[in-house]
């Protein structure tokens, strides 16, 4: 671990990113993949089935934005702990963090367990669903203990630098659950035929999977465990740093799918057309992104560890090569995205309704994918920087303040193609100001560096 973190905080900046940002977009990939496996699957069994999945997507969302939180709180901490040298911390936030989690997740999967079916019902999902549903989430959410501890686990590997390990066990993870789904769902060979319980309990499998080789890691190779007696007062600090990181980062995650629900109701109105296209913009966005997601990851851990470690030339290089890098990454992409745009639109759909607005989508949309990366990346480093109330800010300004008014006012004048309109415009703008405040944030970060007293 110390090889790892004195890399970083000594190596050429922009080749730290890149080992650190290469394994996080193969782990993404492996992620992405997880998801579309379990549909695939599904989808095979049947349209209530497929409906039933569909049904219970608000509130996996929820639930995987919590443990997000939960796990870039851990590692935002972290990061600058192992920047400072002080492994007795880090191991005492790191096991603290786990023990949280785990309560935190334990009560909601038995609490979630005996409300199923008055929380689906109120979803709006019918009793010809409702088994299917029951099937799924009850095996899901009593699972859900063996999620949050690899994605808590990673989120401490990831602060120490080594993104090799997570991604491995991501990959990993996503392999097991990729060959259980279809034995499981149908009962190949020796095992029982469990339908959509069998989709759930591949991923629970996987889960397993992933919480035992993360917990080895930290345990036998970091030894980053402590096994002493906790006392409540050290809990209760490393509770409090936790929350502190953890909850805005949790608000942000909860948000976007928020304001998606809403730019899809305001796209509602143009017709099924507009909303189908809307949808598929909507999944291909994390794909255009991929490499920016990943660096986001990359970028929180080389500020932390190096605002730990008072190199602050070293967090500026690390604010300008990133934003660059990402800039010139995205105008490229997008680029390709508009000369391509007739063909992926064809790909998409076979109806020339949905493939005209989808090509509308790809030719505006994208284009703002360069100023929302350096958004993107502002958050991240903010919470590095300890400064989650600065980095929730720019997300409901982004979103609330921005993109949902131009987004209403463009369909007004220009229908569906004012929404994407709109909604690139929020982009624009607020990379723009993502930009100035970081500037700004650096600027006082300078400044009170320069206040403390020489020792």
Same mark, same amino acid.
């Given at each position: 671990?110390?090889?790892?973190?004195?890399?970083?905080?000594?190596?050429?900046?922009?080749?730290?990113?890149?080992?650190?940002?290469?394994?996080?977009?193969?782990?993404?990939?492996?992620?992405?993949?997880?998801?579309?496996?379990?549909?695939?699957?599904?989808?095979?069994?049947?349209?209530?089935?497929?409906?039933?999945?569909?049904?219970?997507?608000?509130?996996?969302?929820?639930?995987?934005?919590?443990?997000?939180? &939960?796990?870039?709180?851990?590692?935002?901490?972290?990061? +600058?702990?192992?920047?400072? /040298?002080?492994?007795?911390?880090?191991?005492?936030?790191?096991?603290?963090?786990?023990?949280?989690?785990?309560?935190?997740?334990?009560?909601?999967?038995?609490?979630?367990?005996?409300?199923?079916?008055?929380?689906?019902?109120?979803? #709006?999902?019918?009793?010809?669903?409702?088994?299917?549903?029951?099937?799924?989430?009850?095996?899901?959410?009593?699972?859900?203990?063996?999620?949050?501890?690899?994605?808590?686990? /990673?989120?401490?590997? +990831?602060?120490?630098?080594?993104?090799?390990?997570?991604?491995?066990?991501?990959?990993?993870?996503?392999?097991?659950?990729?060959?259980?789904?279809?034995?499981?769902?149908?009962?190949?060979?020796?095992?029982?035929?469990?339908?959509?319980?069998?989709?759930?309990?591949?991923?629970?499998?996987?889960?397993?999977?992933?919480?035992?080789?993360?917990?080895?890691?930290?345990?036998?190779?970091?030894?980053?465990?402590?096994?002493?007696?906790?006392?409540?007062?050290?809990?209760?600090?490393?509770?409090? +740093?936790?929350? =502190?990181?953890?909850?805005?980062?949790?608000? /942000?995650?909860?948000?976007?799918?928020?304001?998606?629900?809403?730019?899809?109701?305001?796209?509602?109105?143009? #017709?099924?057309?507009?909303?189908?296209?809307?949808?598929?913009?909507?999944?291909?966005?994390?794909?255009?992104?991929?490499?920016?997601?990943?660096?986001?990851?990359?970028?929180?851990?080389?500020?932390?560890?190096?605002?730990?470690?008072?190199?602050?030339?070293?967090?500026?290089?690390?604010?300008?090569?990133?934003?660059?890098?990402?800039?010139?990454?995205?105008?490229?992409?997008?680029?390709?995205?508009?000369?391509?745009?007739?063909?992926?639109?064809?790909?998409?759909? @076979?109806?020339? #309704?949905?493939?005209?607005? &989808?090509?509308?989508?790809?030719?505006?949309?994208?284009?703002?994918?360069?100023?929302?990366?350096?958004?993107?990346? @502002?958050?991240?480093?903010?919470?590095?920087?300890?400064?989650?109330?600065?980095?929730?800010?720019?997300?409901?300004?982004?979103?609330?303040? &921005?993109?949902?008014?131009?987004?209403?006012?463009?369909?007004?004048?220009?229908?569906?193609?004012?929404?994407?309109? #709109? @909604?690139? =415009?929020? /982009?624009?703008?607020?990379?723009?100001?993502?930009?100035?405040?970081?500037?700004?944030?650096?600027? &006082?970060?300078?400044?009170?560096?320069?206040? +403390?007293?020489?020792?």
């Amino acid at each position: 671990m110390s090889k790892i973190k004195q890399n970083l905080l000594v190596d050429p900046v922009g080749l730290c990113l890149y080992r650190l940002t290469v394994p996080m977009m193969i782990g993404i990939v492996a992620v992405m993949g997880f998801n579309l496996v379990d549909a695939y699957y599904i989808g095979l069994l049947g349209a209530h089935e497929l409906a039933a999945l569909a049904f219970t997507l608000p509130i996996t969302a929820s639930i995987f934005a919590l443990n997000l939180g &939960l796990s870039s709180g851990t590692s935002a901490i972290l990061a +600058r702990i192992f920047g400072q /040298n002080d492994n007795a911390l880090a191991r005492r936030i790191i096991t603290h963090s786990l023990m949280f989690s785990v309560l935190i997740l334990g009560g909601l999967a038995g609490a979630g367990y005996f409300a199923i079916e008055p929380l689906f019902t109120a979803l #709006g999902a019918g009793p010809e669903l409702m088994p299917y549903i029951r099937q799924y989430m009850s095996v899901w959410l009593l699972g859900i203990v063996f999620l949050v501890i690899p994605m808590v686990s /990673n989120g401490a590997l +990831r602060a120490s630098g080594d993104t090799r390990s997570p991604s491995f066990i991501m990959s990993v993870s996503a392999f097991i659950n990729g060959i259980l789904d279809p034995l499981l769902i149908f009962g190949l060979g020796p095992f029982p035929e469990l339908g959509i319980k069998g989709a759930a309990l591949s991923s629970v499998c996987a889960w397993m999977f992933s919480s035992c080789a993360a917990l080895t890691i930290l345990i036998r190779r970091e030894k980053l465990i402590d096994f002493s007696l906790p006392t409540l007062t050290l809990m209760k600090d490393s509770w409090s +740093r936790l929350f =502190t990181i953890a909850l805005p980062a949790i608000l /942000n995650n909860l948000m976007a799918p928020l304001a998606m629900a809403m730019i899809v109701a305001l796209v509602a109105q143009f #017709g099924a057309d507009a909303v189908a296209a809307t949808g598929v913009g909507a999944r291909l966005e994390p794909v255009v992104m991929i490499v920016v997601m990943s660096m986001t990851s990359a970028v929180g851990v080389m500020v932390g560890q190096n605002h730990g470690a008072g190199h602050l030339q070293r967090v500026r290089e690390v604010v300008r090569i990133s934003f660059r890098f990402a800039v010139v990454w995205q105008v490229g992409f997008a680029a390709l995205l508009v000369l391509c745009s007739s063909y992926i639109a064809s790909v998409f759909s @076979a109806s020339e #309704g949905i493939a005209a607005v &989808l090509q509308r989508y790809l030719w505006i949309q994208p284009i703002s994918f360069s100023l929302l990366a350096v958004a993107m990346l @502002a958050i991240s480093i903010l919470n590095s920087l300890h400064q989650p109330l600065v980095a929730i800010l720019i997300s409901v300004v982004r979103l609330f303040g &921005l993109m949902l008014p131009l987004a209403y006012v463009g369909a007004m004048v220009y229908g569906v193609t004012g929404v994407y309109l #709109g @909604a690139a =415009t929020a /982009n624009i703008l607020i990379g723009i100001l993502s930009y100035l405040l970081m500037q700004q944030r650096l600027r &006082l970060l300078d400044e009170a560096h320069a206040q +403390r007293p020489v020792s």
